[in-house]
């Protein structure tokens, strides 16, 4: 499975940004968002399981806040994210499994497929 995330970008506290993911070479079970900070570890933000209704998963930190969809037809995952916050700064990754259960707090090592990240900032 190959993924490549777009829509970073630079916005000030309060803005909103949409990232996308577009993810070829099949289906997966499982595919989500993290992020990371500098000299941070990479944590979960939002998951998804398109087989299930809503199959959605969030972190505490962006829930409210955030919302996560999938687009089967078009192959491609979304993050939007609302109100936010300089904390919410860093890379974001997509990332997906074909294996295990899917939600937001899953480890990082447990995703197999990883796309190249796109930066978010929010000053």
């Known amino acids: 499975v190959q993924l490549v995330e777009s829509g970073g970008g630079s916005v000030q506290t309060g803005g909103s940004l949409r990232l996308s993911c577009t993810y070829t070479?099949?289906?997966?079970?499982?595919i989500g968002w993290f992020r990371q900070a500098p000299g941070e570890e990479r944590e979960g933000v939002a998951s998804?399981?398109?087989?299930?209704?809503?199959?959605?998963d969030y972190a505490e930190s962006v829930k409210g806040r955030s919302t996560i969809s999938e687009d089967q037809a078009e192959n491609t995952l979304y993050l939007q994210m609302n109100s936010l916050k300089p904390e919410d700064t860093g890379m974001y990754y997509c990332?997906?499994?074909?294996?295990?259960?899917?939600?937001?707090?899953?480890?990082?090592?447990?995703?197999?497929?990883w796309g190249q990240g796109t930066q978010v900032t929010v000053s």
């Open positions: 070479g099949g289906s997966t079970n499982c």
């Open positions: 998804i399981n398109g087989d299930l209704n809503p199959g959605t």
């Open positions: 990332a997906a499994t074909r294996q295990g259960w899917c939600y937001a707090a899953r480890s990082p090592a447990e995703y197999n497929y």
